[in-house]
């Protein structure tokens, strides 16, 4: 396992127990908490398996080839703002902005992303028509059938 490896997966682990610990520690309001608490804990997987994912170079190349060509492919947005709760995404925001190897990986798909817009009408369709700004976007989920934009307004 490579030393990028293993620190994103520590992280990873980090932020599993803190947002675990974080949603737990707090009383649960009545109605549908149990349901956005899951859609929470589905959506950071998702994130985070994303992020794991990204940290291959082969992946890296993937990603820029399938935003290359996405004529028939199926877009979608996960935004974080709406799926996670006001501590989790305190937390979160708080990682991203102080892991190195996460931060990176951020940093590179804002790159890719960006790089892939030139001549690209259907991504810059795409961003237009959610309002997605590059800067929002924190990875890629490449992995769950659709290109899924994961994005986030980190605090």
Avoid at 31 to 51: D, E, K, V, Y
């Amino acid at each position: 396992m490579t030393k990028i490896r293993q620190s994103l997966l520590a992280t990873y682990v980090a932020a599993a127990i803190t947002l675990g610990v974080t949603t737990l520690a707090h009383a649960q309001p009545p109605g549908n908490a149990g349901g956005r608490r899951q859609a929470g804990a589905a959506a950071l997987g998702t994130l985070f398996n994303s992020l794991v994912n990204l940290q291959d170079p082969q992946v890296q190349a993937s990603l820029q080839n399938t935003l290359n060509h996405l004529q028939g492919t199926q877009l979608g947005v996960l935004d974080l703002n709406q799926t996670l709760n006001g501590s989790q995404l305190n937390v979160l925001s708080e990682i991203l902005n102080n892991s190195q190897a996460l931060g990176g990986t951020v940093a590179n798909v804002q790159h890719i992303l960006s790089s892939s817009l030139t001549g690209n009408t259907v991504l810059q369709n795409f961003l237009s028509q959610n309002n997605i700004a590059i800067g929002r976007v924190v990875a890629i989920d490449l992995l769950s059938g659709q290109l899924n934009l994961i994005t986030i307004n980190l605090r």
